[in-house]
Structure formats: C-alpha cells, structure tokens
C-alpha cells in the first residue's frame, strides 16, 4: 500500500461488497432508499471488528461499503465520498467533517497494520443517524418546544465591558421562539425576562410540562481571539465528553435520545453555519446539568464569543440575530421531518 497514498475501497472488500449486494437483493427485494441523507442502501452487510483495550471498533472500509461510499486514503487523511456526502476523517484525531461540518467523535480514528478503525459507537450513535435518519429510535414527533435563554438575574454570564450574556441570550431566545411559534410550535420559555432560574428549575420545568424538544442559548467566552459555533448535546454511556478520555459509565435521562440529539445537533450546526458563515467549532458532547437532565432531546447552542469584540458586535446586531435563529430554525423543521 506505500507508494500508493490513494486508492478506492481494496478488491477484496469490493468482492464482499459484490456479494452482500446480491444478498441484499436477494433478501430485501432490492435498494433500501433513505429518502433524507439518500444514501443507496446494500444490507445485510458483515461489519468486521476488532476489541482493543475493552473498545469495540469498526472497520472503515466495511462501514463505507456498507454506506456504498468509496473510501479513499491519503495517509492521514480517510475520505468517505459519495454522491450525496463527503466525510472526512484524520488518524489519531477525534474531528470529523461530515458534509462540511465538523463533528466530534467519541473516539480517535485508529490505523491497526493496514486498516483503518472508527469506534462502534461513533457509528451507531453520530454516523447512523446523520446518515441514515430512519433509524432514529424512539422517534418523539416535535409539538412542545421550551426554549432557555442561559443565566438570568444576578447571574449575568459571560461578560465583554457592559454588556452581559444574559442579555443576548434573551434577546435571541425571544426571536427564536416568534419564529417557532409562527411554524405552528407549541412554545414554552424557562424566562422571557431579567429573571433569576436555577439550573434545576429549567430542567423540571422542561420535564413538566413534558417538552418534545429543549434549545438552550448561550455565548461563550475565552480569549479575545476566540471566535466561531458550538452545539452540544449530551454525552452517550460509556463515551468520553469532547476534550477527555474518561468515560461516562451511566446513562443520563438525556441518553434516550443520543440518536435524536446527534441528527438535531448535526443540522441545526450545519443550519447556523450556512446563515452566518462564521467559524465552525463543531458539535461536542459534554453533560451540561440542562442537556443531561432532560427527558427529552436537547441541545445547548453557543451561539457565539462575547469575548470577541467582533463577534460581540455580531451577536447584538437584530440582523445578525436574525441569521442565528433563522439557522435555528431550519435545523429544528429539518429535525421536526426527520422523526415525524
Ligand atoms: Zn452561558
């Protein structure tokens, strides 16, 4: 294989990949379409895997050919491509770009001699229901929104000069939720004022009035030089959060939803990314307290860097608010299709 940094999916896979086809003409009748991702469909389909150190991981061509990509190899760099999608992997690393968003796995790529390895669960729980919507399980249909504008009262946020974060977060949450509201949502605030609410109060509100869905927004804040969009959702059992290696060995309520979060995270990124063209910092999984505790899928949304002075001017601006909820919004009527 040295020599040769480029090459599609190798003969013998490709030999596999003929007779899983005839099987799964044989089995099913013929192609399985998925009308929203569109990806050709040739099942059953032998995934081979590997257990490293108590890890089950999977192999990368077997998953491309399973999707019906070509998988091609540029020393570090795996590319999935087909007609419909490009994904993008880097050995050692946890980012993945996925249709021009980047995502991040539970797990680095690994290179075992000569084949390449994605964890399970990055298959089951980011790639499956991306790529394959269908199997999004349980599907709850959207009707109940709440949304939660981040801090409140005495507890102000992130702070740049004399402007707060809370502010800005309740400044877009109040547009976010007009719009939604305009779709036909059932909508629900956790504060639609300056008002104080423990991180608790949001969670049980979510849980009472039994929200199909949970927006949490925020701004973040680091280094004046900081800029671009983070989308959370919550940290799958027995996967590590974005930035660690340890991991969760219980689930949370949130964690019935892994498959749900993931799509709705996955396009509501990619919605926000399209409408402002700012920086992509990724999905991440991290158990925040509001996206872990509730029963229901949820996200956490950083919208953008009050510590940028830039983006601050950005995230003040109606206009700008505009783009950030419009984006929103198309990810939760994507979302809304999706589990209808
Ligand atoms: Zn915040």
């Not at 596999?16 to 192609?31: D, E, P």
């Not at 569109?38 to 081979?48: E, F, S, V």
């Not at 949450?173 to 608790?200: C, H, P, Q, V, W």
């Not at 989308?231 to 019935?256: E, L, R």
């Amino acid at each position: 294989m040295k020599g040769n940094n480029l090459f599609s999916i190798p003969c013998l896979v490709r030999r596999r990949l003929f007779h899983s086809l005839l099987m799964a003409l044989l089995l099913t009748g013929g192609f399985m379409h998925d009308s929203s991702a569109a990806q050709p469909l040739r099942r059953p389909l032998t995934i081979r895997f590997q257990n490293l150190n108590g890890t089950v991981y999977l192999y990368m061509a077997d998953v491309a050919a399973f999707y019906g990509m070509a998988m091609l190899v540029n020393d570090k760099e795996i590319t999935y491509k087909s007609r419909y999608s490009t994904i993008s992997f880097t050995v050692n690393n946890r980012l993945m770009t996925l249709n021009n968003v980047q995502y991040y796995l539970a797990r680095p790529i690994i290179k075992n001699q000569y084949s390449f390895l994605i964890g399970k669960s990055d298959f089951e729980l980011i790639l499956e229901p991306i790529l394959r919507p269908t199997i999004i399980n349980p599907k709850r249909p959207v009707r109940t929104i709440l949304i939660d504008p981040g801090h409140g009262g005495k507890d102000v946020g992130a702070v740049n000069g004399k402007d707060y974060e809370k502010d800005i977060n309740l400044a877009v949450a109040l547009r976010l939720a007009n719009k939604l509201s305009a779709r036909g949502f059932r909508i629900y605030m956790t504060r639609n004022k300056d008002s104080e609410l423990s991180l608790d109060k949001r969670t049980r509100f979510a849980n009472t009035i039994d929200a199909d869905l949970f927006i949490s927004i925020h701004c973040n804040s680091a280094s004046p030089s900081a800029n671009g969009l983070e989308t959370y959702i919550a940290t799958p059992k027995n996967d590590p959060p974005v930035g660690s290696t340890t991991v969760y060995k219980d689930n949370c309520p949130a964690n019935k939803y892994d498959k749900a979060n993931a799509y709705l995270a996955f396009y509501t990124q990619r919605s926000i990314l399209q409408r402002t063209g700012v920086a992509d910092r990724g999905v991440r999984r991290k158990r925040y307290y509001v996206i872990r505790n509730t029963n229901c899928p949820s996200m956490l949304i950083e919208i953008g860097f009050i510590s940028s002075n830039f983006e601050l001017a950005n995230l003040k601006n109606p206009v700008y608010q505009e783009k950030i909820t419009d984006g929103i919004v198309d990810g939760v009527l994507k979302y809304r299709e999706a589990v209808k």
